[in-house]
């Protein structure tokens, strides 16, 4: 079999192999069995937390005194 025939097969082969990919993909996000999985992950942008803002402070770093230096040591 020379190359010319042969990268037609494999190109048929993979597009069938993305077709059962996409399927498979389909199958596992469509099974009644994961809709309320799919649904809470669905609102978690509109999910309003308490507290929020002082998690963005706190993830800055430490609050640092106003009177305290601190030294940088360098190599």
Do not use: C
Not at 13 to 38: A, D, I, T
Not at 48 to 60: I, M, T, V, Y
Request: hydrophobic share 45%; net charge positive; proline share 7%.
């Amino acid at each position: 079999m020379d190359l010319v025939k042969l990268q037609s097969v494999l190109n048929t082969l993979w597009v069938v192999w993305f077709f059962v990919l996409f399927l498979g993909m389909l199958w596992y996000v469509m099974r009644p069995s994961k809709k309320q999985h799919f649904a809470g992950l669905a609102d978690i942008p509109l999910r309003d937390e308490p507290g929020a803002a002082s998690r963005l402070r706190r993830a800055d770093g430490p609050e640092r005194e106003p009177g305290r230096q601190t030294s940088a040591r360098s190599i």
